[in-house]
């Protein structure tokens, strides 16, 4: 409709698109609109699709599609990489150790809840707790949810 309106969409319109669908095919014809009209993705339409692909390996492709374009990854973008391998600890664990360290992106929050939610391991759960305040990094009410549900009994700012 916008567009016979005379209206032209930016990357945040395409974004939202992308968001919205959920559905990877849907997420990339609507990159190939965008593409034709001559725009230039940026890391979040990116990050989008790797979030909406649902598998590590397309997950992986979309992040070198990424790249190719000159865009440089963010701590989301890894994030949503992260979250593929949300059966997989070791993986989505080389994904900081390695990938986010090559690239010089710092973890966040939720780079860390993501690990020890991903790890279903109170010992494993207990030391990113530790690395995480070590960095600087300080938890936040879902981290203590994970943390809890994992049986975590240790100190929380929220009782």
């Not at 020890?116 to 070590?134: H, P, T, W």
Request: net charge positive.
């Amino acid at each position: 409709q916008m567009i016979k309106d005379g209206i032209s969409p930016d990357s945040r319109t395409y974004a939202t698109l992308i968001h919205l669908s959920k559905d990877l095919n849907k997420g990339k014809s609507v990159l190939d609109q965008m593409i034709k009209a001559g725009m230039k993705p940026d890391v979040r339409i990116y990050t989008m699709l790797i979030q909406i692909s649902k598998d590590p390996q397309i997950g992986r492709k979309l992040l070198g599609e990424m790249i190719s374009w000159g865009l440089k990854p963010n701590v989301w973008s890894f994030n949503a990489l992260m979250w593929l391998y949300k059966n997989n600890y070791r993986a989505a664990r080389a994904i900081l150790d390695e990938e986010m360290t090559e690239a010089k992106v710092k973890p966040n929050v939720v780079t860390y809840t993501q690990l020890m939610n991903i790890s279903r391991n109170l010992q494993i759960a207990s030391a990113l707790i530790n690395e995480m305040v070590a960095n600087g990094i300080q938890p936040n009410d879902r981290t203590w949810q994970v943390l809890k549900a994992l049986g975590y009994k240790g100190y929380s700012n929220k009782g």
